[in-house]
C-alpha cells in the first residue's frame, strides 16, 4: 500500500487511542477491603475517522489538506464481588430487559442452591449419626 499522509494521520490517531485504553481500563486494579475484594468492569466504546485529499496549486507544488480524530467513551457497568469463597457480579447499570435480570441472577442463585444442597448432606449425615 502507498504510504501517504491519510496513512500516516490514521496511524497516529490509532496510535495515540490504543495508549489510552489497554485491557485495565476494561477490568480494572482489584480492591480489597476486609475480606470482599472488588474489581471494577467497564464497557469501552470508541471510534476514529480521518481523511483528506491533494489540493491544486498555481506554483505546481503538490499540497495536502487533512485531519484525523476520534473519542472514546469509557462506561462503568459492574463490579466483580469475591467475598467469602464465592463470586458474584453486581450490575451498576439499569436492566433493559427481563432476560438481563435473569442472567444476572444465575451466579446468586447458584450460590443459594449449593448451600441448600450442602446444608440438606449435613442434616442427613447428623441424622445418620444420631441413629
Known amino acids: 500500500m502507498k504510504e501517504t499522509p491519510v496513512n500516516k494521520i490514521m496511524e497516529s ?3 495515540k487511542m ?3 485504553v489497554d485491557v485495565s481500563t476494561i477490568i480494572g486494579e482489584p480492591m480489597t477491603t476486609g475480606d470482599t475484594t472488588l474489581i471494577p468492569v467497564s464497557k469501552v466504546s470508541y471510534g476514529f475517522t480521518s481523511g483528506g485529499t491533494d489540493l491544486p ?5 503538490e499540497l495536502f489538506g487533512g485531519a484525523g480524530g476520534g473519542g472514546i467513551s469509557i462506561t462503568p457497568v459492574a463490579f466483580i464481588v469475591i ?3 464465592k ?9 433493559t430487559s427481563s432476560a438481563d435480570r435473569a442472567i444476572a ?6 450460590d443459594k442452591l449449593t448451600e441448600l444442597i ?3 448432606k ?5 441424622e445418620d449419626k444420631a441413629e
Open 13 to 15: 490517531t490509532l496510535e
Open 18 to 20: 490504543r495508549e489510552m
Open 57 to 61: 496549486s498555481k506554483q505546481g507544488n
Open 83 to 85: 467475598q467469602d469463597g
Open 87 to 95: 463470586v458474584r457480579m453486581m450490575q451498576i447499570n439499569n436492566y
Open 105 to 110: 441472577m444465575i451466579p446468586e442463585l447458584v
Open 118 to 120: 450442602d446444608a440438606k
Open 122 to 126: 449435613k442434616d442427613e449425615k447428623a
